[in-house]
């Protein structure tokens, strides 16, 4: 079974700055998009930051200006550099990794805690 492993998830006060981590096996070829979704309690899962193979981002427009998507090719790795975390950051944040068929695949979430 294809697991996705996430890190770097934890307990942050406004302001501040947290990275996560997401690698993908090596046995999943045909990578297209590599990216970030989160869900806050009661809400439905959003996007965050998608990094498709040809090199493009695509950020929330909440995030934008304050995380950093990046992508290690040669570690089918993705990364989340979030700067001034806000309370309203404050959600699980789930890895996606698409292939070329279109089928998905997600990371089991880390939760992510902004304090005020």
């Known amino acids: 079974q294809v697991q996705l492993v996430e890190s770097g998830g934890g307990l942050v006060q406004a302001g501040g700055s947290l990275r996560l981590s997401c690698a993908a096996p090596g046995n999943i070829f045909n990578i297209n998009v590599m990216g970030w979704y989160r869900q806050a309690p009661g809400k439905q899962r959003d996007l965050v930051a998608t990094?498709?193979?040809?090199?493009?981002?695509n950020y929330a427009d909440s995030v934008k200006g304050r995380f950093t998507i990046s992508r290690d090719n040669a570690k089918n790795t993705v990364y989340l550099q979030m700067n001034n975390l806000k309370p309203e950051d404050t959600a699980v944040y789930y890895c996606?990794?698409?292939?070329?068929?279109?089928?998905?695949?997600w990371g089991q979430g880390t939760q992510v805690t902004v304090s005020s």
């Open positions: 996606l990794v698409q292939i070329r068929s279109g089928y998905t695949y």
């Open positions: 990094f498709r193979s040809g090199g493009s981002t």
